[in-house]
Structure formats: structure tokens, C-alpha cells
């Protein structure tokens, strides 16, 4: 028995392990069967996820489509986001490479096609060569896929393409695009794109009653809201208190026919179109309506537009109204006479006041104009200080001038401007051109004090105005001082400074001086700027800027102590936060050489009421003929410069009525002026706007001739003393309505 236990424990140990019973060590197997659970961790985190990508590799067509849409849905939706931001960032170029793949894909809205236009509307403003380029090539694709209906149609979109090819002077392909667009439905096209194609038709050359059809053919295509009445100029409104809520009147249409009349000569229905406009929403006139008037009529007469305009809290552009001080400034240099010149000064002044409390941005080009005009004034001199070292209640004529001078700066600190070099450069200018030493040593003393130092362009100044001074010492110090200068900069006297040179020793009586210089600098002179020099020698005497003479001294002076006065009320308004009321603090004047009002301001009124107001309204509410007008309630609807809008319309009602009475006298001058030329076999073409940069000398001086004349006739006028009967039937002549 023993032997055969053993045999057979013997042949269990000689089995293989996986045929041992189950009865052998019975923890191992649970061992084993549980594994460490660190292991399978690090083997699934580190997996690369193959199962998923099989799944997404696999042929299941439709789920591959589903997939394809969600993922273009996403990229469209992120282009179309980014595709906004480019065109909020004003960036054409970058709109242009995002456009051509939404184009593609078919994703642009309707707003997209208006936002694309105006982003190169205004690019087509830029004068930049290779930019002007860029967006023609850019205009070309953008039409030519509006057309196609890539881009989706839109009437403002439609209307800015028309104003990019009017304002890039690109009429012809403008026009062919207008008469495209016409053809089309109404979603091309409404009122504001008929306006802005007849700008473009007006610009191109069509007759005013081809022009006229077109406005017409808009109002009948477009009748809704009875625009036809609403901007005719008889149409009365239903609450002259209000705004008007009226939808569907365009304004763009108003500006274009205004634009049409005014290139044209119609003046009168140009006025009666803007006084529309003023009718219906008086504090809505964009920028560019001020622009029309700037540069088709007078200078007085844009005077008033502009004023009319920023009382109700429309404000020009910046450049335009650097342009109307401009003009204001220069017409004196044309024109003699204190009187006439003291008039422009008040008027830039007084459109600074009407500027600043609207709301416009005043900058340092500004002041520097209205500092020369003011400076302007002291185109007088006696012979010597001496002879008349006094004015009008003892006031010295350096302290009076040092007077203006401070406030000019403190207006300047008022409106946060630090005056620049090149406004002390004109005051040194100036200060040649009426023989004041004096004034040439404050101003060097003002560049010190403020911190600034002469430019080459100041030295360059201050040579000119010693010659102007007939100062031959400083003419002979002041030049070595600029070759010093130039010498310090690395650089030589160039032919400019030469001429300079001539121009002041032959002023200061010191042609000496001017030989001994050639003599030793020879080297530096050519042949062709001796020739040059020799010809200047050789001109007539300088002219003196000076004019008058000494009896009309102490009214000057007092001109320049009103126009002092004026700037300081205008700094203490700003300085206490009133400027912005203009309702309160405006000047009653909105006229250079206002027309003479035969009737008081309550008949005024009264007439306007006739005009303005519908009889049957009338008898249910009686117009309160008080003083209602005093100070503006809170719960009136107002301007943004706190005038009601019961008081602005009447303030515009009766600034048109002044406009359209000086344009008739203007214009009936100018005809005069026009026939005796003729008459005298000297054909005389009418004078171009002073504005126009292309005008010349002779045409400046035509037009300021004309100008003069004009307020002549003003002064005639104020002496003939109109009665009200005939300033009324004039009124209803000038706005024709029947008597």
C-alpha cells in the first residue's frame, strides 16, 4: 500500500501544470487573475485612440457628409465673424481676400453687399497713387459680381458705388452703372441712390432738366409717405415742435437735387430745397451739405450756412471749416477798406463761437488762421510809434496788440492746443509786413517761454521781416545767424535762402551787403541762380503791406480791442461750460452785411406763422404771440445745442429769407458786371469759388471785386429803407408763393 501511494503521488507531480487539480496552491490563480491596477492605467492614457480613428476612417458615406456640413458650417460661421471684424477695421484688402470666399460659398447677406460698398466708398476718397489702383481693381470685381447677383442687391449699396465713381472722377462707367441699376427692381434702388445718381449726372454734365426729370421719377416711384408733398417747399408740417417721424423721407434725395440746382445756377430753388430740409428734421443735415454751399456760392453766403447749420447741431467737417476761415482771412488781402476788413474778422470770430458750441473739434490750423486774421488787421502803421502812441481811452497801441496776442494763447490753452512753431513763424510774418520790431521780439520771446526752437523756416522769416522793416543791421545779423544754422544741420545754403537774401537787402536798402555775400560765396552760386538773382534785382520796388493812413488810426484800434473783447467772452463761455447752449449764448447777428429787416420780430412772426402753419390747427391751438421763446423748457423737444425746434425753424425760416434776398442782389450784379464787359468787348466769364484751388490771382481778385460790389449794394439797400408790404411781397416772390 505504501508503494502504491508513493507511485502515484509520483505521477501526479509528472503531469503537465494546466492538467494539475484545481486542489494545488488556490491563491495563485486569484493572483494572477487580478492585475496590478497601475498597468492597464498607463496602457489606456497612452492608447492613441485607434478604435476611433478606424471609425472615422471608415467608407460610411452619408455619416462622412454629415460630417463635411457640420465642419463647413463652423468655418462659415468663423469666416463671417472674422469677415465683420475686417470691415469694422476698415481694412479693404482684407475684406477683399475674405469676400471672394464667401462669394464662393454663397454666405453674403444683403447688409453685406451695403457694408463692402461703403468700405470702398471711402477707401476711393484716399489721392494715394498705388492705393487709387488697388481700389479700382477692387470696385471692378465688386460691380461686376453686383451685377452678376454674387453680391446680393441692396439701394445703399447701389447708392455708395455711384458716390465712389462720382467722387474718383470716374463719371462715364458711373453713368453706365446708374442706367444699369435703374432697369432693375426695387431692390437695387430707392430714393437715397436716386439722389446720390443725381449728383453724379449733375457732375457728369446733364442739363438741370434732365436732373429734374430724374428727382421727379424718384418721388413718383416712390410714393410712399407722400413724399411729393412733404418735400415740396410749401408743405406744412403738422407739429412744428416736434421731430419729425415722418418714415421714408430721404434726405440723400434733398442733397442731390440741391447739388444739381447749385452746379447749375439755380440758386434760388437750391435755398428753398435746404430750407426743406431744415423744415423736416432740422438736426439732421450731414456735413456734406455745408460742403455744396461752401464751394458753389459766395463766402459770405457760406458763412451763413455755416452758422445756420451749427446752431442747429449739424457740424462741418474739420477741412471744411479750415477752408470758410481761410477764405474770411484772405479776402482782405484783396481788398482795402477797415470797415469791409473788420467785418470778416468779426464774422471768424463769431463762426468760431457758432463751431465750438455745436460740437466741433477745434484744431491748432484753426486758431493759426484766426490769429493772421485778427493779426490782419493791423495793415496800418504811422511812420513812427511816436506820432500817435495812444488810442481811444489811453490805450498804447503795443499794449492793445499784446492784449489780442494773450488771448489768442488763452484760447489756445482753453481748447487743450500748444501752439506750434509755425504759429509764432506768422507772427513774425506779420509782424515784417507792418514794420513792428517789437513784435518780432515778443514773439522770439514767446518761443523761448513756451519751450520751442526756431526751425530753419522761422530764420527764413525773420530775414524777410528785417527787410520788410528796412532794418539793414538785423537783415546783416539775422543771416549769419541762419548760415550758422544750416551749418549746424550739415547741410548748405540752398537757392532759396539766396533769394530770401535779395528779397530783404533789397528791401532794407542793403544791396552792399548782398555783393559782399555773393563775393564770398561764389562757389556756391551757379549760373542759372545768377541769372535769377540779377533778375530780381531788377523788379520794381517792394510793395508795402501797409495801407490807409494816420486819421483812421484810433478806429482801428478800436477794432482790434472788440474783436479782443469778443475772444475773451468766447474763452469765459468755454471756461464755464456754456458755449455748448447755443440758444442762449449765440450771437444775434448770423450775417456778415445783414439785409435790412424792415418788419419787427413779432410781425416777422406772424408772417412766418401765415406761412408755416395750417389754418385749421390754427383755430384749435392759438398761436401764443408772447415771449414764449425765453428760455427752453425741459420737456421740449430740442436741438443738441438747447434751442426748441419751434425756435430753430423760425431761426432758419428767417435765415433762408435773408439768404435768398442776397443772392438776388449778388447775382444781379454779377449779371451787370457780366453785360458791360460784353458791351465793352471784354467778354467776362463769371468768378469761380474762392474755395476752388485751382482759381488764380486774377480770378481771386474777379471774384472778390464782385464781392465788394455786392456789399455796396447792401448799404444801398439799408439806405432805401424797404417797408414791410414790400419786404413781404418779396418774401413771397423769393419763395413763390402767391400773394
Same mark, same amino acid.
Given at each position: ?7 502515484? &503521488?509520483?505521477?501526479?507531480? /509528472? ?165 444699369? *441699376? ?94 426743406? /430740409? ?7 443735415? !450731414? ?111 503795443? /499794449? ?49 517761454? *513756451? ?94 503791406? &501797409?495801407?490807409?493812413?494816420? &486819421? ?43 439785409? !435790412? ?42 436741438? !443738441? ?9 423760425? &431761426? ?17 450784379? *454779377? ?39 455786392? *456789399? ?28
Amino acid at each position: 500500500m505504501k508503494h502504491a501511494s508513493t507511485s502515484s &503521488r509520483q505521477s501526479t507531480q /509528472s503531469l503537465p501544470s494546466q492538467q494539475r487539480p484545481r486542489t494545488s496552491a488556490p491563491s495563485k490563480p486569484r493572483e494572477k487573475r487580478t492585475p496590478a491596477p497601475s498597468k492597464p492605467r498607463e496602457k489606456r492614457t497612452s492608447a492613441p485612440f485607434k478604435p476611433r480613428k478606424k471609425r472615422t476612417s471608415a467608407p460610411f458615406k452619408p455619416r462622412g457628409k454629415r460630417t463635411s456640413a457640420v465642419s463647413n458650417a463652423r468655418v462659415n460661421a468663423l469666416t463671417l465673424l472674422n469677415f465683420q471684424r475686417l470691415i469694422a477695421s476698415s481694412d479693404l484688402d482684407a475684406v477683399m481676400n475674405a469676400y471672394l470666399y464667401l462669394a464662393k460659398e454663397n454666405a453674403l447677406k444683403r447688409s453685406d453687399s451695403s457694408h463692402i460698398a461703403a468700405l470702398l466708398h471711402n477707401a476711393g476718397r484716399s489721392r494715394l497713387g498705388v492705393l487709387v489702383n488697388r481700389v479700382k481693381e477692387h470696385a471692378g470685381r465688386i460691380v461686376e459680381d453686383y451685377r452678376l447677383g454674387i453680391l446680393p442687391p441692396h439701394p445703399r449699396a447701389s447708392l455708395h458705388l455711384i458716390s465712389y465713381f462720382k467722387e474718383s472722377g470716374q463719371h462715364d462707367k458711373g453713368v453706365e452703372f446708374w442706367t444699369w *441699376v435703374i432697369g432693375q427692381d426695387d431692390a437695387y434702388s430707392g430714393l437715397s441712390t436716386y439722389g446720390a445718381a443725381i449728383e453724379l449726372l449733375a457732375a457728369y454734365g446733364k442739363s438741370l432738366e434732365y436732373c429734374e426729370e430724374v428727382y421727379m421719377h424718384a418721388l413718383k416711384r416712390f410714393p410712399n409717405s407722400f413724399n411729393e408733398y412733404h418735400l415740396s417747399a410749401g408743405a406744412i408740417l403738422p407739429d412744428r415742435g416736434a421731430f419729425t417721424t415722418m418714415k421714408g423721407s430721404s434726405m440723400n434725395l434733398l442733397q442731390g437735387i440741391m447739388k444739381a440746382r447749385l452746379v447749375h445756377g439755380d440758386w434760388r430753388n437750391a435755398y428753398l430745397a435746404l430750407d426743406t /430740409s431744415l423744415r423736416l428734421h432740422p438736426t439732421q443735415l !450731414p456735413p456734406h451739405v455745408f460742403d455744396m454751399f461752401l464751394h458753389e456760392r459766395p463766402i459770405h453766403e457760406a458763412f451763413q450756412v455755416c452758422c445756420m447749420m451749427c446752431q442747429s447741431g449739424s457740424v462741418p467737417s474739420s477741412a471744411s471749416f479750415a477752408i470758410l476761415l481761410d477764405c474770411l482771412k484772405s479776402i482782405p488781402a484783396y481788398r482795402k477798406g477797415h470797415t469791409y476788413n473788420h467785418d470778416l474778422v468779426k464774422a471768424m470770430v463769431t463762426v468760431f463761437h457758432y463751431y465750438i458750441g455745436a460740437g466741433g473739434t477745434v484744431d491748432a490750423i484753426h486758431l493759426n488762421i484766426l490769429l493772421q486774421g485778427t493779426l490782419g488787421l493791423l495793415r496800418w502803421i504811422p511812420s513812427s510809434l511816436e506820432e500817435y502812441p495812444e488810442a481811444k481811452d489811453g490805450t498804447h497801441i503795443e /499794449s492793445t496788440v499784446a492784449d489780442l496776442l494773450s488771448q489768442l494763447f488763452n484760447l489756445f490753452t482753453r481748447l487743450g492746443l500748444t501752439p506750434a512753431i509755425n504759429t509764432f513763424n506768422n507772427i513774425i510774418s506779420i509782424s515784417g509786413k507792418l514794420h513792428f520790431r517789437w513784435l518780432t521780439t515778443l514773439a522770439m520771446e514767446m518761443i523761448e517761454a *513756451v519751450g520751442l526752437s526756431p526751425d530753419l523756416v522761422t530764420y527764413r522769416t525773420l530775414l524777410i521781416a528785417a527787410g520788410e522793416s528796412r532794418d539793414a543791421g538785423a537783415t546783416e545779423s539775422i543771416w549769419g545767424t541762419l548760415k550758422d544754422y544750416v551749418g549746424k544741420e550739415g547741410s548748405t545754403l540752398g537757392s532759396q535762402d539766396w533769394k530770401l537774401l535779395v528779397r530783404a537787402t533789397k528791401n532794407a536798402g542793403n544791396v552792399v551787403f548782398l555783393n559782399k555775400q555773393m563775393i564770398l560765396h561764389q562757389c556756391q552760386l551757379d549760373s542759372n541762380l545768377m541769372r535769377e538773382i540779377n533778375a530780381q534785382l531788377s523788379n520794381g520796388e517792394p510793395r508795402d503791406f &501797409r495801407e490807409g493812413n494816420e &486819421r483812421h488810426i484810433p478806429r482801428r484800434i478800436n477794432f482790434v480791442a472788440d474783436i479782443c473783447a469778443e475772444l475773451k467772452q468766447l474763452d469765459e463761455l468755454i471756461a464755464n461750460g456754456l458755449i455748448g447752449n447755443l440758444f442762449t449764448t449765440s450771437p444775434s447777428q448770423v450775417s456778415i452785411w445783414p439785409w !435790412p429787416q424792415p418788419a419787427e420780430q413779432e410781425k416777422q412772426r406772424e408772417f412766418y406763422d401765415d406761412l408755416t402753419l395750417d389754418p385749421a390747427l390754427r383755430k384749435t391751438f392759438p398761436v401764443d404771440t408772447t415771449d414764449a421763446y425765453a428760455a427752453p423748457s425741459a420737456m421740449v423737444n430740442q436741438t !443738441p445745442t438747447g434751442i426748441p425746434l419751434d425756435e430753430i425753424r423760425f &431761426r432758419n425760416w428767417k435765415i433762408i429769407n435773408d439768404l435768398l434776398m442776397q443772392a438776388e442782389l449778388f447775382e444781379a450784379r *454779377v449779371e451787370r458786371s457780366v453785360d458791360e464787359a460784353v458791351e465793352q468787348g471784354k467778354p467776362m466769364k463769371r468768378a469761380r469759388s474762392l474755395k476752388d484751388a485751382s482759381v488764380g490771382m486774377d480770378e481771386r481778385k474777379l471774384a472778390i471785386t464782385q464781392l465788394s460790389d455786392h *456789399v455796396l449794394d447792401i448799404r444801398i439797400a439799408r439806405r432805401r429803407k424797404m417797408t414791410e408790404e414790400e419786404w413781404r411781397a418779396k418774401i413771397l416772390e423769393l419763395r413763390r408763393h402767391d400773394p
